[in-house]
Each structure stands twice: as C-alpha cells, then as structure tokens.
C-alpha cells in the first residue's frame, strides 16, 4: 500500500509539472484577447464618460452622486472607528493587514482551483477524443475507401521517391565519411566539432534532396504543373522533411558507427542502441501525426483523426515511459562512471546528480509534450516543435561549448614552440588562470542552457526578465566587471611577457644580477597593483560604493603603518638598497654579520645560504652595513711566511715563478694585470710575512687564491724555502748545588746511578 500511495504522489507531481509547463504555453493567447477585450470595454466607457459629461445636468447630478458617496463612506468608517473605540490608523492598519492574508488564501485558492479545472479539461479533452474513435467503430461515421485509396497511392509514390532519391544521396555522401573520419581521428577537439557539423551539414542536405525529388515527382506524376501539389502529398513530405531532420540531430548526437566523431561518452552499443530506439519513436510520431492524422481527417472525418492523434501521441508517450523505466539505472551507472574520470568536484557533483535524476527530467517532458497534444490539438505541432527544436538546438550549442572547454581545459594551453623558447613561463601562466576561467564560463554556459530550456518551455520568463530593465542593468553591471577584471588579466600578462622577455639572455645581451632583482620587484608590485585596481573597479561596475572601502583602506593603512613599523621599515631600506644596488640576487655579501650567497630578495627580507648550506632570511630593517664582495673586480691577498734565514728576494721571486706558473692555467682569464707584490708586512714570532696581491674577476678571488697556495707550495719546495710553523725548544738547566758536589771523575758513574732509581720507601714491617 505504502508502495502504491508513493507512486501515485510522484505520478501526481510529474503530471503537475507538466500541467504547468503545458498551460503556460497558453499564456500568450490568453493575454492577447484579454487585452483585446480590455481595449473594447475601455473604448466604450470613454465614449459614455464624454456623453456624461457634455450634458450639463448629467454632469451635476455626476458631481452630486459623488460628494454624496465621498460623504456616506466618511461617516461611516468614522462611525465604525467611533464605536470600536480604536483610531482611524489602527483600524487601517488591521483592515490592510487582512486584506493582505485573504487575498493570499484567495490566491492560493484560485491557483488550487485554475489547476483541478486544467486537470479536469485534459480528462474530458481525452474522452472526447476516444469517443470519436467508437463512432467511427460502431459505422456512425461512414469511410470513403476509394478516397482513402488514392489518398494511398499519391502518398506512397511521393514518399517513395523521395527516399530512393534521400538514399543514393547519402550513398554518396558516406563515400567522403572515411577521409573525414581520419582527420577527425588524429584531430583536437575543434577539429572533430567542426567535422561533426559538417557532416551534419551533408545529412541535411541529402534530405533536402530528398524533398526535392518527392516535390519534383508530386508535380509530374499528378496534375502537373496546372494543378500543382496536392495536399496530402505536401503533408507527406511535410511528414519526410521532418523525420529526416529528426534522425540528422540523432546522429549528430549519437554518431552511430563513427565514433571519432562522438562527442558524448557513449560507446559503440550505446550509441547505436539509442539512436535506434529514439528513430524508430521519430518514425512512429512524425508520420503517425504530420501524416496519418491528416489523411484520415481529409479521408474520413475531423472526428477519427482527433482520435488517432491522441492514440498516436499516448502510444508515443507511453514508449518513451517504458524506454526511460528499462534504461534508468544503466544510465545513471553509466554517468557516474563518466563523472569518476572528471577533474573538478563540482562537476562529478553535478554529473553524478544529473544520472540520478534524468529519469524525473524526461518523464516531465513527455508529460508536458501529451498535454500539450490533449488541449492544444490544432496548435501543438507548433508549439512542440518550436519548443522541442528550440530545446535541441539549445542543448546542442551548449553540449558543444562545453565539451570544447572541457577538452581545452584537459589539454590545456599550447603555444608554438617559437614563442615558447621566447617566453617559457607564458604557457605556465595561461594553464594558470585559462582553465580556471573556462570552467566558470563553462559553468555559465551550463546555468544559461538550463535557464533558456525553462524559458523555451514558459516555466520561466528568462528572456522577458533579461530584456527588462532590472535584467538588462544586472547584465549590464556584471558584464562590464567581466570585461574589467578581462581587461586586468590581459594587461597583467602581457607585462609578465614583457618581463620575462627582458630577463632572458640572448646574443649580445646578458643580465646582470641588479636587473633580474629589480625586475623580480616589479613584477610583485606590479602583480599587487593590477590586483588592487581590479578588484576595486568590478566593484565599481557591480554597483559598490567604492568610496568607503578607499577611505577605510586608508585608515587600515595608517593602522598599519603606526602598529607595523618594522614592516614599514624593511619595505622602504630594501626599496633604497635595490635602487643603489647594494644586493643582487647571486651576490656573495656580508649581512648583519652573516656571510653567504644571496639566493632571493623581497620587498622586506633577503634570503642567503652560508658555507655551511644553512639559509638565513634577514628582514632588511635589522641590515645597517652591507658588505658586497661581487662588484666590478675582487682581490686575493697572498700573506705568505718564511723562515728568519731566508733570503727575502729570493722567496719573492719564488711567488712571482707561482703566478707565473697560475696565470699558464684555466685561471688566467679570471685574473687583471701582473701579481702586485707589497713586500714584507709584518716580522711574527716564528715568521716573516711577506703581501702579495692578486686582481680577479667578481666572485673568483676564492678559486683564484686556492689555486695560488697550491703553487706556492709546489715552487717553495722545489727552492728549499721553508714555511715556518710554531715550534718549542726545551733546555735542562743542572741546579748549583748539584754541580758542587759531583766532580767530573764521577761523570760516568753518575749517568749510571741516574739510571737506577732510589728506593726511598720504608721497609716492610717496620713502624713509621
């Protein structure tokens, strides 16, 4: 029972949906000739007012019907105030207040009320309908079979032809496929939508073909060209035009038997499998309906062709009920398949949603598309296929935007690799920002598509509300943020560009350490600005006041600057030290007592690595000295020690022979000029130290002066000249009384009993 009761409620809503969906079709007519009426009722009260009041007495007695009304109404309210003892406001007030409450419950239950007459017209429409069937059953209503016969045989000549011709055409047509096919294959995605277009393009072609054999032999065959097309020959190609333009936008969607040109996830089966079915229901309801309804009112009666047509439609409907019910859980599997390969989360939300509920979404289509066919008999072939084609075309624009920024943002950006070699960091760039931008716009694209289907099928009045004032001002408004924030971008990366085509190295032209810094700092202030500017100006567009945000920048800024002095001041020390290029990224300094490479600079801090391989980031408000070991040129100074005997010229031209000997290497290019040579410095206490000095390259002293020791050392040891190192010298001094005693016949002796030493311990057992 639960079971039941839950079916039928959701049977119920379905049918409401669609009962909204129909009826709204209805609004336009219904608009039109109230406001016809209106007009008429209008005029004519007009004309009675102007009668009124040119007749002098009927204009008095006007004006004294009306003072006595104004007069009866005063009294009264303020009779009706008097006795409830309440003020004239209050009770104004809690009359409008129920005013406000009845005309609710009276619109809700007008709306009730307007929805069960709906209901109840399509029940009685279907009768009807089915009740001119049983005449025609019962012989009530007589059939003109030799009418029905010709009727026959112009149809199926006229269609006949128009096939053979609809066939050999696309016999041809399939002879281009394979080559299409293959570019399509190895093709990027706007490729194989513009392949998949145009051969759209030759299927509809091949049925205008079609069409204009069947028109060609209508001529020809019967009447010629005196009596023209007969009508039910027109209604059959009529019936042969749309079908064949029906099965175009099957294949364009399902591609069958070419999947290089499929543009949905469907495989081989898939695909043919649904196109199959949905052909086979295009078949039934174009002919059934644009051929067969018609015939049968021109052969028989207005009265069996209503019945057919609602045979037609609910056999239709009924099809398509039992298609969705089979297949709704294979193709919800399937779209959360699909939706499991996709990047974004938002996406596999949407997709997985969208495969749980499509089923709900072409139930109530072909509900609202059956009533539609019950209360609009003469005018639903309009109405559907405006609104069905509409909705086609809609969705297939949108399908193909999509699926072209889908593929856009999984291949991302490409650029030639000329352009890239120039600029290696642009394509980095644009796979930045590109895709970010095309899943938003794809979003929107995806919003519009659903919002255009609403408005195609009168649930919303999306386009009367975006050509309204309020529509066109929002649009308007953000549109120009957009086109702002567009803008921005734009210009931001084109500075980036500009940037980064400065700091690369070409022939005749490298850069130095000072202008990728200061180009580093610029793109980071420039980035920050660009920002600022964009944001505020969107806002601008939007409809922000943005004059209090600036006013409150302000004051946030002056908060700052009085509680992050610190702050403050290592933006503007690192502003000054860049200008006077006391840092470049690269530079071996020494920095608040910490020497190393400098590795990076910001705004407020630079980052080095010591000896060691430790980094240190010093904020640029603790630097009071800077110590720049990288500019223009470097020295090595040689403090070479020799010994006390050594000659001095002689060790001086042993220095002279090791840069000589230095200068014959890899290092030569690195060194200015001949070895300056000071002389002696400094007498040490265990050396004479003697100062050379060595002009290299920036950065190459080290290098420069290791390779100078190693040669000193090689030339000093092949001239004997030693390189002293601390030593000590121990003398024994014999004490006087020593020397007193002992005499020098006793010298040989001595050394003996030195030899030995005494025993002075206590004996064994004796007492201390």
Do not use: C
Not at 186 to 199: A, N, V
Not at 618 to 635: A, L
């Amino acid at each position: 029972m639960k079971s039941l009761l839950r079916n039928l409620l959701f049977s119920l809503g379905l049918l409401l949906w669609g009962v909204a969906a129909a009826f709204a079709q209805d609004k336009g007519a219904g608009q039109g000739s109230a406001s016809e009426k209106g007009a008429a009722e209008v005029q004519q009260a007009s004309e009675a007012l102007i009668k009124v009041l040119n007749d002098p007495n009927s204009r008095a007695a006007l004006i004294e019907l009306l003072k006595k009304s104004a007069s009866e109404g005063g009294s009264a309210s303020g009779a009706a105030a008097e006795k409830s003892g309440e003020p004239a406001s209050d009770t104004e007030a809690a009359n409008s207040q129920a005013n406000e409450k009845q005309s609710f419950v009276i619109r809700i239950g007008e709306y009730t009320r307007a929805l069960a007459d709906d209901v109840g017209v399509i029940v009685d429409r279907s009768g009807h309908s089915l009740k001119g069937l049983l005449l025609v059953l019962r012989g009530d209503i007589p059939i003109k079979w030799d009418r029905v016969h010709e009727v026959l045989l112009q149809v199926g000549l006229v269609l006949a032809s128009a096939y053979l011709a609809f066939w050999a055409s696309q016999y041809i047509a399939h002879l281009l496929y394979p080559k299409l096919s293959v570019r399509a294959r190895y093709g990027g995605g706007l490729t194989r939508s513009f392949i998949l277009i145009f051969t759209s393009l030759i299927d509809a072609l091949t049925v205008a073909i079609g069409l204009g054999t069947g028109y060609i032999v209508a001529l020809a065959g019967f009447g010629g060209l005196e009596t023209g097309v007969t009508l039910q020959e027109s209604l059959a190609l009529n019936a042969f035009f749309i079908t064949g333009i029906a099965n175009v936008s099957l294949r364009f969607v399902f591609a069958p038997r070419r999947p290089e040109l499929r543009l949905l996830p469907f495989d081989d089966a898939s695909s043919d499998y649904w196109y199959s079915r949905l052909r086979l229901y295009m078949y039934w309801i174009n002919y059934g309906v644009f051929l067969v309804v018609p015939v049968a009112n021109i052969a028989v009666s207005f009265v069996l062709g209503n019945a057919l047509r609602f045979l037609i439609v609910l056999g239709g409907m009924i099809y398509l009920m039992v298609l969705i019910k089979r297949n709704r859980v294979r193709v919800r599997e399937g779209a959360m398949a699909y939706a499991q390969t996709m990047h974004s989360f938002l996406a596999q939300r949407a997709l997985s949603n969208l495969g749980k509920l499509w089923h709900l979404g072409a139930y109530g289509y072909i509900i609202a598309v059956f009533i539609v066919w019950v209360t609009r008999p003469f005018d639903a072939t309009t109405i559907i296929l405006r609104a069905t084609g509409l909705s086609i075309v809609t969705i297939m624009a949108g399908m193909v935007i999509s699926l072209v920024m889908t593929r856009a943002i999984k291949g991302g950006i490409r650029l030639p690799p000329n352009l890239q070699e120039k600029l290696p960091a642009l394509q980095y760039r644009l796979n930045a920002f590109v895709p970010r931008l095309l899943k938003i716009i794809r979003f929107v694209v995806f919003l519009g598509t659903i919002l255009l289907l609403l408005d195609i099928w009168g649930v919303l009045g999306v386009l009367d509300w975006l050509f309204s004032e309020a529509g066109s001002q929002l649009v308007s408004r953000y549109g120009a943020a957009f086109f702002v924030v567009l803008i921005a971008f734009v210009i931001w990366l084109a500075v980036m560009s500009w940037v980064d085509l400065r700091l690369q190295s070409r022939a005749g032209y490298i850069v130095s350490a000072r202008e990728r810094t200061l180009f580093q700092l610029f793109r980071n202030a420039f980035t920050v600005v660009i920002l600022v500017m964009a944001v505020l100006l969107a806002l601008s567009e939007i409809g922000v006041n943005i004059g209090p945000l600036i006013a409150g920048a302000g004051v946030v800024g002056l908060a700052i600057s009085f509680g992050a002095q610190t702050l403050v001041k290592d933006i503007i020390t690192g502003a000054f030290i860049q200008i006077e290029n006391a840092i470049n990224e690269g530079d071996v300094v020494t920095v608040a007592g910490i020497t190393g490479t400098v590795e990076g600079i910001t705004i407020r801090s630079v980052r080095m690595r010591d000896l060691d391989g430790t980094t240190h980031i010093i904020p640029f408000s603790s630097v009071d000295m800077v110590s720049n070991f990288m500019r223009g040129f470097s020295y090595h100074v040689a403090l070479i020690g020799v010994a006390y005997d050594t000659d001095i010229s002689y060790a001086k031209d042993a220095m002279e022979e090791a840069f000589r000997r230095l200068k014959e290497t890899d290092f030569g290019s690195k060194i200015f000029g001949d070895l300056e040579m000071h002389g002696v410095t400094n007498f040490a206490a265990s050396s004479i130290d003697i100062r050379a000095r060595i002009k290299t390259t920036p950065g190459d002293q080290w290098s420069v002066g290791r390779a100078y020791n190693e040669f000193i050392k090689q030339v000093f040891d092949e001239r004997n000249i030693e390189i002293p190192f601390p030593q000590v010298t121990y003398h024994a001094a014999t004490p006087p009384f020593v020397e007193a005693k002992e005499g020098p016949e006793n010298d040989v002796g001595k050394k003996t009993a030195s030899s030995k030493p005494t025993d002075d311990a206590p004996a064994e057992h004796e007492e201390p």
